[in-house]
Antibody
Framework: EVQVVESGGGLVKPGGSLRLSCATS????????MTWVRQAPGKGLEWVGR??????????DYAAPVKGRFSISRDDSRNTLFLQMNSLKTEDTAVYYC?????????????WGQGTLVTVSS | EIVLTQSPGTLSLSPGERATLSCRAS???????LTWYQQKPGQAPRLLIY???NRATGIPDRFSGSGSGTDFTLTISRLEPEDFAVYYC?????????FGQGTKLEIK
């Protein structure tokens, strides 16, 4: 059974930092490209960024609103994905979801965690 | 930047009726990269359709996807009570993903 479990959310002041974790099991994490998607309260889904597998170079891509402030990394020995968020803004308030990219044909996001809430407020 | 526009914003139907949800891209895209998700309140999104027309594992056959170029459609042939939710289309763009703004399917 596949499990995806995000953690690390909470309340942080504008300008602060937070590190989210995503623990996974049930699929071959070291081969998986992984993404973060967020959802502001009452709003739609917004892609945050992606990290490729180390075998594909391990490189990252980010959405424009978070580029230069957020950083995605991975620890394949622990099957865990991370999202380091710096210089947080009130508009970063959202539920953050961790997902895997299922294949390199359709590139869809198959397994989603339950999300972790990040609130940026003074 | 490719923009996905979903319509209608809200669709009010009764159980048993047919639902047709639209997703329009601002420029022609590969149907291989078009995905649909369902999201219920308080839950994570769930994968429904990938590659524009392929049902994900465990998705009932009343759900179907179609389309090409700029126009894509999610059809629910006969609505069940558990189908009332928000539906998002999504596009993979090589180095990014983009989502439509969602269609809320509500009980009439």
């Amino acid at each position: 059974e596949v499990q995806v479990v995000e953690s690390g959310g909470g309340l942080v002041k504008p300008g602060g930092s937070l590190r989210l974790s995503c623990a996974t099991s049930g699929f071959t994490f070291n081969l998986a490209w992984m993404t973060w998607v967020r959802q502001a309260p009452g709003k739609g889904l917004e892609w945050v960024g992606r990290i490729k597998s180390k075998g594909s170079g391990g490189t990252t891509d980010y959405a424009a609103p978070v580029k230069g402030r957020f950083s995605i990394s991975r620890d394949d020995s622990r099957n865990t994905l991370f999202l380091q968020m710096n210089s947080l803004k009130t508009e970063d308030t959202a539920v953050y979801y961790c997902t895997n990219v299922e294949d390199n044909i359709h590139w869809h996001l198959k397994y989603w965690g339950q999300g972790t809430l990040v609130t940026v407020s003074s | 930047e490719i923009v996905l526009t979903q319509s209608p914003g809200t669709l009010s139907l009764s159980p048993g009726e047919r639902a047709t949800l639209s997703c329009r891209a601002s420029q022609s895209v590969s149907s291989s990269y078009l995905t649909w998700y369902q999201q219920k309140p308080g839950q994570a999104p769930r994968l429904l359709i990938y590659g524009a027309s392929n049902r994900a594992t465990g998705i009932p056959d009343r759900f179907s996807g179609s389309g090409s170029g700029t126009d894509f459609t999610l059809t629910i042939s006969r609505l069940e009570p558990e189908d009332f939710a928000v539906y998002y289309c999504q596009l993979y763009g090589g180095s990014f993903y983009t989502f439509g703004q969602g269609t809320k399917l509500e009980i009439k």
